[in-house]
């Protein structure tokens, strides 16, 4: 069984640029989660998505935002990029809505320059 | 952003020698799950614990849920080499989401 498939694995942006990322989740897994992972402040929450609908939405910016498709695909979205959004963005899937283990990708390295 | 207390931050051991971390909150969980991230890579699941006093072995990877449900242990039996890497830990209610909140991290260091 495949795991779950973000792309692109790296990624160089510029200030005030925008970025999306994809994330395939494991086949049969309907509930798509985010995570960013810094160095400063560890794994934190953005959001997550079950039936194309965002169930959650951890304390980031509106510039951060997401959505789910019908297959149960997700993007992620950051707009006007800063410095500070240089991070391992991480994308989990989990069976269920509630109380199911997340199971991650490798996930997208982006740099902000 | 609220994150549990893990510790040790880091431990440098001798291969055999068995390996014991923790993770404390100030508020309950339904359920406390332990991840390993290698480099580059993304935090692979390792034992979940959906039970308050819940004791899961896995290999040699041995994980406890307190009885208080606000924290919890691994232990790590005769360490190898592959070992090393990032230990994480995460609490998740479990009702309306799936969200986890992280602990900061276990750098484990095995010497052969």
């Known amino acids: 069984k495949a795991g779950v498939t973000q792309t692109p694995r790296y990624l160089i942006k510029t200030r005030g640029q925008q970025v999306t990322l994809s994330c395939s989740p494991i086949?049969?897994?309907?509930?798509v989660s985010w995570y960013q992972q810094t160095p400063g402040q560890g794994l934190q929450f953005l959001f997550e998505y079950f039936s194309e609908t965002q169930r959650n939405k951890g304390n980031f910016p509106g510039r951060f935002s997401g959505r789910q498709f019908s297959n149960s695909r997700s993007e992620m979205n950051v707009s006007t990029l800063e410095l500070g959004d240089s991070a391992l963005y991480l994308c989990a899937s989990s069976f269920t809505m509630d109380n199911s283990p997340l199971h991650f990708g490798n996930g997208t390295r982006l740099t902000v320059t | 952003g609220q994150q549990l207390n893990q510790s040790p931050q880091s431990m440098f051991i001798q291969e055999g020698e068995d390996v014991s971390m923790n993770c404390t909150s100030s508020s309950i969980f339904n359920t406390w799950l332990w991840y390993k991230q290698d480099p580059g890579e993304g935090p692979v699941l390792l034992i979940a614990l959906y039970k308050a006093g819940e004791l899961t072995s896995n290999g040699r990877l041995t994980a406890q849920f307190g009885i208080t449900r606000k924290d919890s242990f691994l232990n790590i039996s005769a360490s190898i080499p592959s070992d090393v890497g990032i230990y994480f830990c995460?609490?998740?209610?479990?009702?309306?989401?799936?969200?986890?909140?992280f602990g900061g991290g276990t750098r484990l260091m095995v010497k052969p």
């Open positions: 995460a609490g998740q209610l479990g009702h309306a989401g799936n969200m986890l909140t």
């Open positions: 086949s049969g897994h309907r509930s």
